[in-house]
């Protein structure tokens, strides 16, 4: 287990309130109690109440992805982008060496950009990258790299972006074929990775990449739908896919989930 | 939830659809082809547009900001009855061209420049930007006088009737000073005399001697440091020659938008009887006013369209595309490989509100979009849309990646010019080609402009529709930013009828803009409006054309005149595949 997987660990097992040690001291305490508040506030329907509750929990622990992951959903739902990007700009500045909060800091301009103008659009997800960057020069994880490199998928090809997804993306796989057993959120690098190919016109090389995922992940539609399809048809699904004006699905519960 | 209402809609409107009722003039046609033949040069009418070339440190930058200028306006100025162009020029001292047509006296179509003749050439110099031109009859005696609108002050020339025109801007009253790059002719008041509002892209500050170089947009989705619209009321005393004008934008209500406006359009969208505005703006949201009836406008963007929107609205064009008896707006954005806008093609629902349409009926991308103008092209009866595009092409280099260094450098000041990259001698969303969309009738449009010979891909800006031939077919001028214009005949076969009309106003403005026609045929209701300019960078033939398809006579035609007067025309069957004219309170008269 590399160590970005063990700190992964430790973070999803603190998250899910498995291991509320005394070593956990204060902080944690402050942390949970925080986080079940919020929760509560967005289970009664007022996500506007539990932003600041989650910006609690987070300031008590910078690194943990479930509370920071919950706070994101609330503020999509409150549009509270510019308060987010706020939060993760002070809390980052006060942890500079939290690599999940930089993740978490990237992810929330990615989460304002369909509700943004398309210039707008080009700037944060700029912005994002440089802070996906910022949480790999920490730490080299398989979500981070996974993202940054999927990130660079979304840009138009005149940028020249994709090669940089391709190198991001093949190191993504490398971390998730070191696991004993493949974890059902590793797909994703796999269609990613041959979406990098394909963008970077190697078509055979993306065919080949989603046949050995498929074989890893059988059941997975948008595999067996790519592989489905050639030509312009592929083109088109593939552009589908990556439509800037569509929300980017950056809810990261299916590192802890459906395992 | 919006994109489900929209569904919905969609689903409805096809229901009610008449096409799907199988009623109206060709209404599941089997579509003849359209065709169209570039005769610009046979005809001497091709014109090369020149952008102005600015000089100093900024030149490259500046030059970049203001590329468009190259436009059209049709009208018959001599009265003749047949069209003339007048096509602008924007690089100082270079003359803009009143193109005569000799249809009427040679019986064959062609035209001749006579701008300098007429004393209608100058307007470009050192300090000024020709942009923009139009045909209005401002003193309401026959004789259309000639509105050019610049980066700068505008002239209006006021035409004599005798082929010659005199200067008299500033006798008028049009000395201010804007960056105007639209003008539109209309009766906000119904009072009878034609009004005017300039869309003004920059803040009125003089671009060829920059005191301050932070003038460009403040942000580049929700920019509000443009220069929004300036409208000035016609106070022309009735049978004066002696044309006046006074700003009234504040007291209109129009003052607050302060955007960076490309287009300005009018008609009756709610249908009182009363001119409305929709007021495309680049770098940010577009707006709706609406006419209070009392001189005022209000502003019903929100309600109306759902919204405010961050796009680069560069047009406005109004028709009733589907037919159920409200005017729909249709709106170019961009929409190209870095940026995924999507035009707006506002279905105007009858009750206050609209909704985009444009993803539904496939007229969402004409690339970096400039003028789209309805027109019934094929004379089925369904108003097809006609789309030009390109900003500029130029060398193989491609300045959107060296744009982008700058957009994401961490607090660049847009606003300052001197943070822009010069282009130089690269391309910018250049090449591309042209798009027409035939209308099918069911809330759907084919693309077809390689069918029809009108796909060229040169830097598009302005459109001008109206049959210049007098055949009852839709010919097409379109200039190009430093290129040369061209004209399409259009020389699509099939016998589908036609009728045009000439509408002059008595009661109302001579030029009848504002008027609508409603004509009635085989069950199926065909509106028209007058308008006086609509569409970026060219004004069509104030002339209605309407197509007929297989139907060879008309049940009825209704016209309601901006003075209120509604005439019905009871003898309707010498109309068809004829150029009529008719007179406020009279009927037909020619």
Not at chain 2, 68 to 88: C, I, K, P, S, W
Not at chain 2, 340 to 358: A, R
Request: with cysteine; proline share 4%.
């Amino acid at each position: 287990m590399t160590e970005g997987l063990r700190r992964l660990a430790i973070l999803l097992v603190l998250a899910a309130g498995l291991a509320m040690s005394e070593a956990a001291g204060a902080a944690g305490v402050a942390r949970a109690t925080a986080y079940e508040d919020a929760m509560k506030a967005v289970a009664a329907g007022n996500h506007a109440a539990a932003l600041p509750l989650f910006e609690s929990a987070l300031a008590a622990d910078p690194d943990d992805l479930k509370s920071a992951n919950e706070y994101r959903k609330a503020v999509i739902r409150t549009k509270e982008y510019d308060r987010a990007i706020a939060f993760f700009d002070k809390l980052t500045a006060q942890h500079p060496q939290a690599a999940y909060a930089w993740l978490n800091f990237g992810y929330t301009y990615v989460d304002k950009i369909p509700d943004a103008g398309s210039i707008t659009q080009v700037i944060l997800a700029n912005n994002a990258l440089t802070n996906f960057s910022k949480s790999i020069e920490l730490k080299k994880t398989w979500i981070a790299l996974f993202t940054r490199g999927n990130s660079y998928l979304y840009w138009p090809k005149i940028f020249g972006r994709a090669p940089l997804g391709v190198a991001d993306l093949e190191a993504a796989v490398a971390i998730s074929q070191k696991e004993p057993k493949p974890r059902s959120v590793h797909v994703r690098a796999w269609i990613a990775l041959g979406d990098a190919y394909w963008k970077t016109e190697q078509p055979e090389k993306a065919k080949s990449t989603w046949r050995e995922g498929l074989k890893l992940f059988p059941n997975n539609l948008e595999l067996k739908a790519r592989l489905a399809r050639d030509g312009d048809d592929l083109e088109k699904y593939i552009y589908d896919q990556l439509d800037p004006n569509k929300r980017v699905d950056t809810n990261l519960a299916p590192l802890w989930e459906g395992e | 939830m919006r994109g489900v209402r929209r569904a919905l809609l969609v689903a409805l409107l096809l229901l009610q659809s008449p096409a799907v009722r199988a009623q109206g003039p060709s209404a599941s046609p089997p579509s003849p082809p359209i065709r169209f033949e570039e005769i610009g040069a046979a005809v001497g009418a091709r014109m090369q547009h020149h952008t102005h070339k600015f000089k100093g440190k900024y030149a490259d930058v500046l030059g970049m900001f203001t590329s468009g200028g190259a436009a059209v306006a049709v009208g018959d100025y001599d009265g003749d009855g047949d069209e003339d162009l007048f096509v602008t020029d924007s690089d100082a001292g270079r003359p803009n061209h009143l193109l005569r047509n000799q249809l009427a006296e040679t019986g064959k179509l062609g035209f001749v420049d006579v701008a300098k003749e007429a004393g209608v050439a100058g307007g470009n110099d050192e300090r000024t930007i020709v942009s923009d031109a139009l045909w209005f009859d401002a003193d309401n005696d026959g004789h259309p006088d000639l509105l050019i609108a610049r980066f700068g002050t505008p002239i209006l020339y006021r035409n004599l009737g005798n082929g010659k025109f005199e200067d008299v801007s500033v006798k008028a009253g049009l000395t201010k000073f804007g960056n105007s790059i639209a003008v539109i002719a209309f009766d906000y008041d119904n009072d009878g005399r034609l009004d005017l509002l300039f869309g003004n892209y920059f803040k009125p500050v003089n671009l060829i001697d920059l005191p301050d170089t932070h003038v460009l947009p403040n942000n580049l989705d929700d920019a509000v440091n443009g220069g929004g619209v300036t409208l000035w009321r016609n106070v022309t005393a009735p049978g004066s020659h002696d044309i006046r004008f006074v700003e009234v934008t504040e007291k209109a209500g129009l003052a607050k938008h302060t955007g960076w406006t490309l287009d300005v359009g009018h008609g009756d969208l709610n249908n009182d009887g009363w001119q409305d505005l929709y007021i495309a703006a680049d770098y940010g949201t577009d707006r709706l006013f609406i006419n209070n009836r009392d001189g005022t406008f209000r502003d019903a963007t929100k309600e109306a369209l759902g919204g405010l929107d961050t796009k680069k609205g560069m047009n406005v064009d109004m028709a009733d595309f589907d037919r159920d008896g409200w005017l729909d707006v249709y709106v170019t954005n961009i929409t190209d490989e870095y940026m995924k806008e999507c035009n707006m093609l506002w279905h105007n629902n009858g009750d206050g509100t609209f909704t985009d349409l444009s993803k539904e009926t496939g007229t969402c991308n004409t690339l970096w979009g400039w003028a789209a103008k309805f027109g019934d092209f094929d004379n089925d009866g369904w108003e097809d849309l006609f789309a030009v595009d390109g900003l500029r092409s130029a060398g193989k280099e491609n300045y959107i990646p060296v744009l982008l260094e700058m957009i994401i450098k961490p607090g660049v000041d847009f606003t300052d010019v001197a943070s822009w990259p010069a282009i130089g001698n690269m391309s910018w969303s250049g090449l591309q080609k042209k798009k027409l969309f035939r209308n099918l009738g069911t809330l759907a449009f084919k693309e077809m402009a390689a069918e029809a010979g009108v796909d060229n891909d040169r830097d598009g800006r302005g459109i001008g529709l109206g049959d210049f031939d007098n055949d009852g077919r839709l010919d097409i001028y379109q200039t190009n930013a430093d290129q040369e214009s061209l004209l399409y005949r259009n020389v699509s076969p099939g016998t589908a009828h036609w009728l045009e009309l000439k509408l002059i106003g008595t009661k109302s403005n001579r030029d009848a803009i504002g008027a609508r026609a409603t004509l009635k045929i085989g069950g199926a209701t065909l509106i028209r409006e007058v308008n006086g300019g609509n569409g970026y960078a060219g004004q069509s033939s104030k002339r209605l054309h309407f197509g007929l398809g297989t139907a060879a006579k008309i049940d009825s035609l209704e016209i309601r005149w901006p003075s209120g007067l509604v005439e019905k025309l009871e003898t309707v069957s010498g109309l068809v595949d004829h150029i009529t004219t008719i007179k406020e309170g009279s009927g037909v008269v020619k």
